[in-house]
């Protein structure tokens, strides 16, 4: 029975410790100055990334110590037959590991560890495309329940008939942007129509936007009072003392020209919390998120020269493709990656395209580029 080892290129070559070295190296030595305490919000953040780097570090040295040993075994196996199942195992075991290893590396952009405000809107298709956005809001909540993260529904607003016209998620926890930043861009879902009386098949859209939460001890970003509109309404939803009887709810609309001259018009709303203040203080750093996200988009646009994110929530725009009739599949269109359970799919079971995203953007997954049939 041949085995073959993991790649050896899954040392240095491919994690490339130096630079996580030398960063470590840095960020102790500043820690240990006597003034790095007297500045505690920036303190409690340094010391932060230094966890993660030596975090990163230590699991690639684990993993590289464990590679080492297994290549051992493997020279044994080569005279005693009766330790190949268990070489097998470990190689096994191995490569799956450090394909972990691999897409935890790949989650190195500054915003990837990030927490992260997910925002659904409705598209084309009328009141089939309000209840398709429901359905993603209520995929993304199960993806992000089943893998340990915290999800807020920060505003909500519902479908005239059916379904939701928005929502607005904050999903807690490491990695969380780095992860649902792959899912930015419009969802396309085909299905017969519950809401048709001839049972006619439907194609509906919807949009999906990530963008990272930023501290809220963060000063690049300066809100001019004079273009900023607050509004309060009454928050929808269930029950509750306050819930359609005060205006607790609030929303932000500010008027935000960029550094290239662009204006935008930037919306925040929240309808979470019980008082007008906590919802004002939620609405506002989930407006100052979005700003650092437009400046962010200008940013790589120039630097990579590549188009905006964002599209339009119409046909030829999608990135995946939810198939419910005649057959069932879904389909990643960027790395044409398939599943055809789909139940399991609206139940958050979207990782492996996450992941096979993020490899693909990496340049670690090669697509070879076909017709998506009937998709």
């Given at each position: 029975?041949?085995?073959?080892a993991p ?14 070295e ?26 932060q990334?230094?966890?993660?780097l030596?975090k990163e570090r230590?699991?690639?040295q ?7 040993d ?21 190689f096994?075991?191995?490569?799956n590991d450090l ?32 209840d398709?956005a ?6 993304y909540t199960r993806w ?11 505003d ?5 008939a ?10 807690d ?17 085909v299905r ?20 990272p ?14 273009f900023?509109?607050?509004?309060t309404?009454?928050?929808?939803g269930?029950?509750g003392?306050?819930v ?21 018009t ?18 506002m750093?989930?407006?100052k ?28 725009s999608?990135?995946?493709s939810?198939?419910?009739?005649p ?10 990656v398939a599943?055809?359970?789909v ?7 979207i ?12 340049g ?12």
């Amino acid at each position: 029975m041949p085995i073959c080892a993991p790649a050896s290129q899954s040392s240095a070559t491919l994690f490339d410790l130096g630079p996580k070295e030398r960063r470590i190296e840095a960020l102790e030595q500043e820690s240990g100055q006597a003034p790095f305490w007297d500045d505690p919000k920036r303190a409690q953040k340094i010391m932060q990334e230094l966890s993660r780097l030596k975090k990163e570090r230590d699991d690639f040295q684990k993993l590289r110590s464990r590679l080492d040993d297994a290549e051992e075994l493997l020279e044994f196996a080569r005279e005693d037959d009766s330790l190949v199942p268990q070489v097998a195992q470990e190689f096994s075991e191995l490569s799956n590991d450090l394909a972990s290893q691999e897409l935890a590396v790949m989650l190195n952009k500054p915003d990837d560890y990030k927490d992260s405000i997910l925002t659904i809107n409705a598209g084309q298709g009328g009141t089939e495309a309000c209840d398709w956005a429901e359905m993603l809001e209520r995929m993304y909540t199960r993806w992000a329940e089943r893998n340990g993260y915290k999800v807020r529904l920060l505003d909500e607003q519902p479908g005239e008939a059916a379904g939701i016209k928005s929502a607005t998620l904050e999903i807690d926890g490491e990695n969380a942007f780095g992860y649902l930043k792959t899912e930015n861009g419009v969802h396309r879902l085909v299905r017969i129509s519950p809401y048709d009386a001839n049972a006619r098949r439907h194609t509906s859209f919807a949009s999906v936007y990530a963008y990272p939460v930023i501290e809220e001890e963060n000063t690049e970003i300066v809100i001019n009072p004079a273009f900023l509109q607050r509004d309060t309404y009454r928050s929808g939803g269930k029950g509750g003392q306050n819930v359609n009887k005060v205006e607790t709810a609030v929303r932000l609309t500010y008027k935000y020209t960029d550094l290239e001259g662009n204006q935008h018009t930037v919306i925040a709303a929240c309808q979470e919390e019980r008082s007008q203040l906590q919802n004002g203080e939620r609405a506002m750093k989930m407006l100052k998120s979005r700003i650092a996200a437009i400046n962010r988009e200008i940013e790589e646009a120039r630097l990579a020269a590549i188009e905006g994110s964002k599209k339009k929530i119409t046909w030829g725009s999608q990135i995946r493709s939810y198939v419910f009739q005649p057959y069932t599949m879904v389909k990643d269109h960027r790395t044409k990656v398939a599943k055809t359970d789909v139940q399991a799919v609206m139940d958050g079971d979207i990782t492996e395209f996450m992941k096979s995203y993020l490899l693909f953007e990496g340049g670690k997954l090669k697509v070879t580029d076909t017709a998506d049939e009937d998709l």
